[in-house]
């Protein structure tokens, strides 16, 4: 075998083997750190308010009695607080926390700590948060009805707040607004904050971003730990708290001057702050809408924003690949209701598509076995001269019109395809356990019994057999051990990894069955 062949073959080996590693290396497991929630107050400790500014300072607040709102719809139940109008929990109906843990996913213990979407005001220096009141205790939406959910309240210089939810059955989207009305007989100026908090920073054990990111209309920021503070004015298209399946964000309507400050105060916490200035003549008035979302990464759901809200899933190197496969695993899932069924139906129309090349390759490995006994006469014949062996057997290449890397071309061109399979796999909410047959119950995770790993080496095998080998014994030894190394390279990979290499090399077998079958052309 050509020494370029082997170069290729054993880079393709290293790059599906070590990717995984590499994003780990990439992204270093960050500690644990336990952090305490505060109690739900009419306003939080001064040292948790860094995104007021350094000047501020939190206003103590009096002892209140508070009082919860429960709102339940189809996908979640919420629970909010008079504290600011803040969100004090939402359990996700259509996730649990974990395959054997039947529990509703609670997203304010994922990127929304107690007083999420808080709304406070700075007053001369002073940060106050409103304590507020509202009619409804709890209600219950279904169908595609709609619900409200209003808070007013009085800020200590006399301006009157109104916070009010809109609240959809079928969306983890609710309509925000914020509005202020000055009943004195000054001019009134003060500065509206929404706070996020979640107990989560840096990068989780798998190498995923969690905590602050925000997206304007030039860039999308993710940021580190090392950052501790980040502020900006530019044109926001929304920011928020996330981690790899989870999103808490805040998405401006209404056309004002934002600013937003995000932080990471600590290792294990951050914050998120959306500004803006409130200035009220006397009886003037002002109102500023916002999306407010808090729910799960779903690829389709966020993209029917279409404000760059998908951007929040974090698909690596080969998103340009990834997005396409989710879109396709998605549309097959909503008629098939199986994602192990949907690889499956992608991993035909991925060899459909590769067919042509394959078809090339396997002809031009077996014009490739049967030059062997020419290319070892010249290999032998110039043993002592290295460049004019090299020449001579490009020459033979050029007169019978071979390619000697043709042969791997479908394995170095199936890296792409492997690595956005496997974001996809590891980020995309939608497969998050998702099961498929039998003991296969999370498409995410590895196969718990390692059967499919063991049947994707033997087809390997069983492909490198029918494949035609070089002369060289050693040569032949070493691409049967192939079968070996890759069996316990994905003993630790996705079940539905896996599932897709398997019925690829299925799918192989009967192509170079068929391609063998077919009569060469002279």
Not at 103 to 112: I, L, R, Y
Not at 369 to 377: D, F, G, H, T
Not at 451 to 474: E, H, N, R, Y
């Amino acid at each position: 075998m050509d020494k370029k062949v082997w170069i290729a073959l054993i880079l393709s080996v290293v790059v599906i083997f070590f990717y995984p590693y590499l994003i780990k290396w990439y992204y270093p497991q960050q500690e644990p750190v336990a952090v305490q929630q505060a109690p739900v107050d009419a306003a939080a400790p001064a040292a948790q308010q860094g995104a007021t500014g350094a000047a501020s300072r939190e206003a103590m607040p009096a002892t209140i009695a508070e009082e919860l709102t429960t709102v339940e719809t189809p996908l979640y139940k919420a629970v909010f607080t008079n504290a600011g109008g803040a969100i004090k929990s939402l359990e996700l109906k259509n996730y649990s926390r974990g395959q054997n843990d039947p529990v509703a996913v609670n997203v304010v213990q994922k990127v929304a700590v107690l007083n999420s979407f808080k709304s406070q005001f700075d007053i001369n220096g002073i940060v106050e948060t409103p304590v507020l009141s509202s009619t409804k205790k709890s209600f219950n939406i279904t169908g595609a009805e709609k619900a409200e959910l209003v808070y007013t309240g009085t800020l200590s210089n006399g301006l009157v707040i109104e916070k009010k939810f809109v609240f959809s059955a079928d969306a983890y989207f609710m309509q925000t607004e914020v509005s202020a009305l000055n009943k004195t007989a000054t001019a009134v100026s003060v500065r509206s904050d929404l706070v996020l908090s979640a107990p989560v920073s840096g990068k989780d054990d798998t190498g995923y971003h969690q905590g602050p990111i925000v997206k304007t209309a030039k860039e999308l920021t993710r940021q580190d730990e090392d950052d501790k503070t980040l502020t900006g004015s530019s044109k926001l298209r929304w920011l928020g708290l996330e981690d790899k399946y989870f999103l808490a964000a805040i998405i401006p309507v209404t056309e004002v001057q934002f600013s937003w400050v995000t932080e990471v105060p600590s290792a294990g916490s951050s914050r998120a702050t959306l500004q803006f200035p409130v200035n009220l003549a006397p009886n003037g008035v002002t109102r500023v809408a916002f999306t407010s979302f808090l729910g799960p990464k779903e690829y389709d759901t966020l993209l029917g924003q279409k404000n760059g809200l998908e951007e929040a899933i974090e698909f690596g190197w080969f998103d340009w690949m990834a997005k396409p496969f989710l879109v396709v695993l998605n549309f097959f899932n909503r008629y098939i209701g199986n994602y192990g069924i949907a690889i499956i139906v992608l991993t035909v129309i991925i060899k459909v598509l590769f067919y042509p090349l394959t078809k090339k390759s396997l002809h031009s490995m077996r014009d490739m076995q049967k030059m062997q006994p020419q290319m070892a006469a010249l290999k032998e014949k110039y043993k002592g001269d290295k460049e004019k062996m090299n020449k001579e057997l490009m020459e033979l290449y050029k007169r019978h019109k071979l390619n000697p890397v043709g042969g791997c071309l479908p394995m170095v061109l199936q890296i792409p395809v492997f690595i956005a399979l496997y974001e996809v796999l590891y980020v995309a909410i939608e497969l998050r356990h998702a099961p498929f047959f039998l003991w296969i119950t999370d498409l995410s995770a590895k196969d718990p019994y390692y059967i499919t790993p063991v049947l994707m080496g033997a087809t390997m095998f069983l492909q490198q057999k029918m494949t035609p080998s070089a002369v060289d014994p050693a040569q032949q030894k070493i691409m049967m051990l192939m079968p070996v190394i890759f069996t316990f390279m994905f003993l630790s990979f996705p079940a539905g990894l896996v599932l897709y290499w398997l019925v690829n090399n299925v799918l192989s077998i009967g192509q170079q069955y068929f391609v063998y079958k077919t009569p060469a052309k002279a």
